[in-house]
């Protein structure tokens, strides 16, 4: 019996199948700068494909500087997967110098080689 | 035929033990935000104080509207975005500021080959010769790119040929790039002579090919934007 129970006990729980938590409502947040923070975390766990989906995520964020993070955070994350075309679409949601530079390293092609 | 007693104690206790919630799990303390005091030259950034890497990329941005602000006080508050910071700082400061020498700017730029690049770029319109002659030592990751800029400068700037010397010279390393320029030289400015060996003279006679049989060609540079050129 003192073998069985441990077996029991496990056959009776077992693992229960991970349930993916839906995302969160980004829009119905307020004020604006906290469900542009919101629609940051959720492009920053975007994959890099389908690039389209990222700069839909990054022309919700109203906040350029925001945006701005959330832009340069995901080009870090997958500058190893994404194509530098892909990555320069993303460049073109962004304003200001750091929009420059964002250009400059997806285009020249002296960081291509 | 009933189970055994035992047997029905164990689903009883297998059941109660599934079915038992867990113990509320006690709640990790979340951590208060730290919100920094910028200098008043940042203030712009200070709605984000509290977001690490918010504030990283607005400082970063604002690097180039406050290169008065030395480079370390203003990307101190860049964070994961310092590169971006000093790149910018260190262009804007040598683009408006046209006192500041190379060996004033490049320091800022730390180890970023491609900041340093663009510094250079800045001080073409003085001596593009000068500039060739630091790409190697100042960008070495980026060096036939730098000499390509400068040669291609110089060319633009219809030169005395009193350097041409010093541009075979860099031909002989990079003759893909520098061939390009001096049939440039050679074919529309109609100066000098393509080499007569080599690989830099036969990229030399192609490019003077290529401008004989299109000379609307001769209008582009090969590329680098000539910063602070005028005719």
């Known amino acids: ?113 | 035929m009933r189970p055994p007693t035992e047997v029905l104690a164990l689903a009883a206790l297998s059941a109660w033990a599934c079915q038992t919630p867990p113990e509320p799990a006690e709640a990790e303390p979340v951590p208060a935000a730290v919100s920094v005091q910028l200098p008043q030259e940042l203030r712009r950034c200070q709605p984000y104080a509290a977001d690490p890497p918010v504030l990283a990329y607005c400082v970063a941005g604002e690097a180039s509207s406050v290169w008065r602000t030395p480079v370390d006080v203003v990307c101190a508050h860049a964070g994961q975005y310092a590169d971006l910071c000093r790149q910018n700082w260190a262009a804007a400061a040598a683009k408006h500021d046209r006192t500041r020498t190379l060996d004033e700017l490049l320091p800022a730029c730390g180890s970023d080959q491609d900041c340093a690049f663009e510094v250079l770029d800045t001080r073409l319109y003085l001596d593009p010769l000068a500039i060739a002659a630091r790409c190697a030592a100042d960008v070495p990751r980026h060096e036939e790119d730098c000499i390509g800029h400068a040669v291609g400068f110089w060319v633009a700037k219809t030169p005395d040929l009193s350097g041409l010397d010093q541009v075979l010279a860099h031909g002989e390393r990079f003759p893909g790039k520098v061939g390009y320029h001096l049939g440039t030289l050679v074919g529309c400015r109609e100066l000098g002579a393509c080499p007569k060996q080599g690989q830099l003279g036969d990229w030399c006679r192609r490019r003077v090919k290529g401008v004989t049989a299109a000379p609307a060609t001769c209008q582009q540079p090969g590329g680098p934007t000539l910063v602070g050129w005028k005719r």
């Not at chain 1, 839906?22 to 629609?39: F, G, K, V």
């Not at chain 1, 994959?47 to 925001?66: F, K, L, S, W, Y």
């Open chain 1, 1 to 113: 019996m003192t073998v069985l129970l441990p077996l029991l006990l496990g056959l009776a729980c077992g693992t229960p199948e991970p349930v993916a938590e839906p995302p969160p409502d980004c829009a119905s947040l307020t004020p604006q700068a906290t469900a542009d923070r919101c629609w940051m975390d959720q492009l920053l766990g975007l994959p890099h494909d389908p690039v389209g989906a990222v700069v839909e995520t990054a022309r919700r964020i109203q906040d350029p500087v925001i945006r701005g993070a959330a832009v340069f955070g995901w080009i870090d994350l997958n500058a190893t997967k994404s194509a530098p075309a892909d990555a320069a679409r993303v460049c073109e949601v962004l304003e200001g110098p750091n929009r420059r530079i964002c250009d400059r390293r997806q285009k020249s092609w002296h960081l291509q080689r």
